[in-house]
C-alpha cells in the first residue's frame, strides 16, 4: 500500500494510492493525518478502505506534502555508507553518526526545494528513509522491523559551508525548504527486507549518486536499535539512513544544486522523488 499527505484545495489530507488516484482516508477515519493514522494502528482500516472504495481525486490533482508532515522526530544518520566516509576522508566509527532535522526544512514531490539566499553550496543526498509505526525503547534486533510502517525516499538536502561553521552537522542540514520527503510511503508487507533495495540519485538526468543498501555500515534493524536505546521512538517519527558516495562537494569542480535544476532520489520498490530547485528569493 502506497500512502500520501497532501493538500488540495487549501485542506491538508491524507490518502492511499489506487492505480493514478488517491482514496481519501481522511474523510472515511478518525484519524485526521498519516502520523494519526499510524498513531491509531489503523493500517488496517486503511488497507481495507483501499479496497473497497472509489478513487476520490487523480493524484495529479494533488499538491503532495512530505510523507510525514508532523513527524515529532526526523533522525538523520550521517557517514552510513563506506564510500561516503571515505570521500570525505573520515574514519568509519563504531556507532552511527546522529543529528537532527525539523518538519520545516522539508517539502513534499514536486514541490521546489529551496537554495538559501546565504549559500551557494547546496547539495544533495539521496536516502531511505523508514517511518516508525509502533512505539518502542530498548528494542531487540530480532523485533526491529516490527516497529516500521514503512519506507520513501529522502533528499537531505545540505548547505555544506554552514554544515562546516562548526563540529555539528545541524546548522547546514535544516535549513527550511531544503529537503524532500516522498513521494509516498510505501507500507513494510510491500518491504520486507529493506537492506536489498536500489538507491540513485540523478541531476538534470544524470546519474550522481548509485548504491544498494546492503552497503548501509549500520542498517536498518541495528538503527532502531540504536535510536530506542537513546529516546523512545513513537509513530510518525522517521530515521533517514545516510547517503552514499557521490556527493556534490567532493566532486572536482564541486556539483551543486542550482535554480532551475531538477534533483530526483530512485528507490526501488518505493519509485522516484522529484523536486525541482529555486532560489529563497524566487520561493
Known amino acids: 500500500m502506497k500512502l500520501v499527505s ?3 484545495d487549501g485542506r491538508s489530507g491524507y490518502g492511499a494510492v489506487k492505480g493514478d488516484g488517491v482514496v481519501d482516508l481522511g474523510r472515511r477515519l478518525p484519524s485526521k493525518s498519516l502520523r494519526a493514522l499510524l498513531e491509531a494502528d489503523a493500517l488496517g482500516a486503511a488497507a481495507a478502505l483501499l479496497a473497497s472504495e ?18 515529532g522526530k526526523i533522525i ?11 570521500e570525505t576522508g573520515r574514519t568509519v566509527t563504531e556507532k552511527p553518526a546522529l543529528f537532527a532535522r525539523f518538519p520545516t526544512s522539508q ?28 512505539a518502542g525503547r530498548h528494542v531487540r534486533r530480532e523485533d526491529a522491523l516490527t516497529h516500521v510502517a514503512g519506507y520513501s525516499c529522502y533528499n537531505e538536502g545540505s548547505i555544506r559551508d554552514w554544515q562546516r561553521h562548526t563540529s555539528q552537522f545541524l546548522s547546514g542540514k535544516t535549513f527550511d525548504k531544503s529537503g524532500a520527503f516522498g513521494p509516498w510511503l510505501v507500507t513494510a508487507d510491500e518491504i520486507p527486507d529493506p537492506s536489498r533495495l536500489t ?12 548504491t544498494t543498501t546492503d552497503r548501509l555500515i549500520t542498517d536498518v534493524p541495528d538503527l ?21 558516495g557521490g556527493v556534490g562537494f567532493k ?10 535544476d531538477t534533483v530526483e ?18 520561493a
Not at 536499535?225 to 513513537?234: K, R
Open 224 to 244: 532502531i536499535v540504536y535510536c530506542s536505546t537513546i529516546m523512545t521512538l513513537l509513530p510518525g517519527d522517521v530515521i533517514v539512513t545516510g547517503t552514499p
Open 54 to 71: 472509489p478513487v476520490d481525486y487523480p493524484l495529479s490533482a494533488l499538491a503532495l506534502a512530505p510523507v510525514i508532515p508532523d513527524p
Open 199 to 210: 538507491l540513485q540519485t540523478r541531476l538534470n538526468g544524470e546519474t550522481v549518486q548509485r
Open 107 to 134: 517539502v513534499g514531490h514536486l514541490q521546489p526545494i529551496v537554495r538559501p539566499d546565504v549559500s551557494d553550496h547546496f547539495d544533495y543526498e539521496g536516502e531511505l528513509a523508514l517511518v516508525i509505526g509502533k
Open 265 to 282: 532520489v530512485e528507490i526501488s520498490g518505493i519509485g522516484v522523488l522529484r523536486n525541482p530547485v529555486t532560489a529563497e528569493t524566487a
Open 251 to 260: 566532486r572536482t569542480p564541486p556539483l551543486f544544486m542550482q535554480p532551475g
Open 76 to 86: 538523520c544518520v550521517g557517514l552510513n555508507y563506506r564510500d561516503h566516509v571515505a
Open 6 to 8: 497532501f493538500v488540495i
